[in-house]
């Protein structure tokens, strides 16, 4: 069964920077494709960025406009978010997603960024 764990939310500054980590708990990490997800407050969750497992092509959302990035970490059952001048529009919970076919979608219970001066 998977399990994922979000860390490293927080409170930051607009112009700040934070890094969020998710991590798998299961077998064949390296065959999931990941994702992060947000939700801002009265708003529907939206895709923030993924990784896909067969060939590592990342996507990003034209929102990230360069300011995040995304690392796997196979060895360690782990994905990053490094994201940089936040904006208070980055506020919301965010959320890890594995994802892999003919095996049920799992999610994170999030973590809360709030870039706020």
């Known amino acids: 069964q998977v399990q994922l764990v979000e860390s490293g939310g927080g409170l930051v500054q607009p112009g700040g920077s934070l890094t969020l980590s998710c991590v798998f708990s299961?077998?064949?990490?390296?065959?999931?494709?990941m994702a992060w997800y947000r939700q801002a407050p009265g708003k529907q969750r939206e895709l923030v960025t993924s990784i896909r497992s067969s060939d590592d092509y990342k996507y990003y959302a034209a929102f990230t406009k360069g300011r995040f990035t995304l690392t796997r970490h196979n060895a360690i059952n782990t994905v990053n978010l490094q994201m940089y001048s936040l904006e208070p529009e980055d506020t919301g919970v965010y959320f890890c997603q594995a994802s892999r076919d003919s095996f049920p979608e799992t999610w994170g219970r999030g973590t809360q960024v709030t870039v706020s001066s």
């Open positions: 299961g077998k064949e990490f390296s065959m999931y494709d």
